[in-house]
């Protein structure tokens, strides 16, 4: 019997500790700021032609701003896209460019970042064929490709859609909380989507733009990435993710389906119109 499935044996005797997930996961790799060690994919063999949007992993559409060495991890070869939201202000969205491209922070890093609109456009941080260390850490969810479990750094690219993510209704307006206390400037409501059933709690809008883009971004990078294998699945640790998260196939993955212990975006607004491109 292999140590994964040794693993899988516990897992389904007792829910996971931390300390266990941590352990499960130092077997598929460590991931800290300088990303994960290399993989050689061998459930992954067949590579698609040069796509004419990429230039050696850059997007044509985007705007270049390399990200800090200590965010960018080694080569990889992408299969799926990993779909999150920054849940972070419009005004931010310099600010955000600034300590990816210029300070290591925590390592954590995306390929794109989606503004709201065409002045604030794509900025494109790491080329698709690197490891740009959007999905991981402790109890995080896995891809499952053929008899292997594979961290989704390694088989991702990764889209921020520059968001607020989830709001709170503040002395009447709408507000970015965190930790417990509001942050930057309030909402414009009409940019707001309530929620029927919490009140008081709503969701920041994905724009049209933002709509537009990131359909015709999917659609580049799936003609440019390598199939994804039969079969494939993703496996979360620790909880079952919400239904709202949930997708049909793995083409596509929201960082709330992979790790919904710790994470919810990109909302349920976003979730939803990934659902509406059937992707």
């Known amino acids: 019997m292999s140590f994964i499935d040794d693993i899988d044996k516990a897992l389904h005797a007792f829910e996971a500790t931390a300390e266990q997930v941590a352990t499960r996961l130092a077997e598929l790799g460590n991931f800290g700021t300088a990303g994960p060690a290399a993989d050689e994919h061998p459930a ?3 590579l698609p032609a040069p796509h004419p949007a990429f230039v050696n992993g850059w997007w044509s559409r985007a705007r270049r701003v390399d990200a800090h060495a200590g965010r960018m991890g080694p080569s990889i070869r992408a299969v799926a896209t990993g779909l999150h939201s920054t849940d972070m202000l419009p005004d931010d969205w310099e600010a955000l460019i600034d ?10 890093c995306a ?3 989606l503004g709201r609109d065409e002045r604030q456009g794509v900025v494109q941080l790491v080329p698709t064929t690197r490891n740009s260390n959007h999905m991981g850490g402790t109890g995080h969810g896995v891809f499952v490709i053929g008899d292997r479990e594979v961290h989704p750094n390694l088989v991702t690219n990764s889209i921020e859609i520059h968001c607020a993510g989830g709001v709170r209704l503040v002395n009447g307006q709408w507000r970015l909380v965190e930790n417990g206390a509001a942050h930057g400037a309030p909402l414009p409501a009409e940019d707001v989507i ?4 919490r009140p ?6 994905i724009t049209d733009y933002q709509r537009a883009m990131v359909k015709q971004l999917l659609a580049d990078l799936h003609a440019a990435q390598a199939p994804l294998p039969a079969g494939t699945s993703t496996r979360a640790f620790g909880e079952t993710p919400p239904s709202w998260s949930k997708h049909a196939g793995c083409r596509v993955v929201v960082h709330a389906e992979m790790d919904p212990v710790h994470r919810a975006d990109p909302w349920q607004h976003g979730c939803a119109f990934v659902r509406e491109l059937g992707l």
């Not at 309530?194 to 059933?197: C, L, V, W």
């Open 200 to 205: 008081g709690r709503g969701l920041h809008k």
């Open 44 to 46: 992954v063999v067949v």
């Open 194 to 197: 309530p929620d029927p059933a």
């Open 99 to 108: 300590s990816w491209s210029k300070r290591p922070g925590d390592g954590a």
């Open 111 to 113: 390929n794109f970042l």
